[in-house]
């Protein structure tokens, strides 16, 4: 009797798309937690849709956003976006024991990264002082503040900060577009829109891949699990 052992494929990182992502998926996923099976199931298949539009970078920006939501959010309390985009990425950072995701921050959009996080556009208190809040008057001096948090990790090549704070502004971006605070098809903005979908489009897959290559971790609980019509 001949045993067919289905062969895990090895990806680098200029092969990971949906394609490469669902053939991995389907070569592990017997193995999954029931749970995170879910959680990659959903990403993978938005980042199929993101690929989808070529031409459209705030359609691809939230695609893509989308399956980096899937991949990261968890039912449990956690306090805030921020406090869950840290936990997701220090956990990441930790189990990326071949830095990929270094190389990928700092190899391939040092300049875009930059960019974004020197860009009071995608800065949540200036926002806020320009929608009349109370308490954001000095939203140039915290801008000032965050800046130097920047630079300071360049300088120790802390990526798992960068990527906290990079996620912290695309996430400005990602409101404005899903609230209806920018028109589809603008040129306002259009060069930090299209910078944040290609650093999405290569991050997101590299997220998951290194997620498949875990998943005995606590990856949490996924929003909304499918639930039997006769529940």
């Known amino acids: 009797m001949n045993i067919i052992v289905q062969k ?17 998926q389907c070569a592990l996923r017997s193995d ?6 879910l959680r990659i199931h959903r990403a993978i298949s938005w980042i199929g849709r993101a690929e989808k539009e070529t ?4 359609s691809a920006f939230l695609f893509h956003w989308i399956a980096f939501n899937a991949a990261y959010a968890d039912e449990r309390d956690i ?6 985009f840290s936990w997701f990425f220090g956990k990441l950072n930790e189990l990326d024991t071949s830095a990929r995701l270094y190389d990928a921050v700092w190899t391939r959009f040092p300049g875009p990264i930059r960019l974004f996080l020197e860009n009071r556009f995608v800065f949540s208190p200036f926002w806020s002082h320009q929608n009349g809040y109370v308490g ?6 915290r801008f000032d503040k965050a ?26 971006l990602r409101n404005q577009l899903m609230h209806g605070g920018a028109t589809w098809g603008s040129n306002v903005n259009r060069d930090q829109l299209r910078d944040g979908a290609e650093i999405l489009r290569v991050l997101v ?3 998951l891949d290194i997620m498949m290559d875990n998943p005995d971790q606590d990856w949490g609980q996924p929003f909304y699990p499918v639930v039997s019509s006769n529940a």
């Open 8 to 24: 895990v494929p090895t990806l680098t990182d200029k092969d990971l798309d949906h394609l490469a992502l669902k053939t991995k």
């Open 32 to 37: 999954f937690p029931q749970s995170f099976g």
């Open 55 to 58: 031409g459209d970078p705030d």
């Open 79 to 84: 306090q805030g976006e921020r406090a869950a």
């Open 136 to 141: 954001y008057e000095d939203w140039d001096e």
């Open 147 to 172: 800046r130097q948090a920047f630079h300071h990790a360049l300088a120790r090549q802390d990526t798992d900060a960068i990527l906290s704070m990079l996620f912290d502004r695309l996430y400005v």
């Open 205 to 207: 897959p590299l997220m």
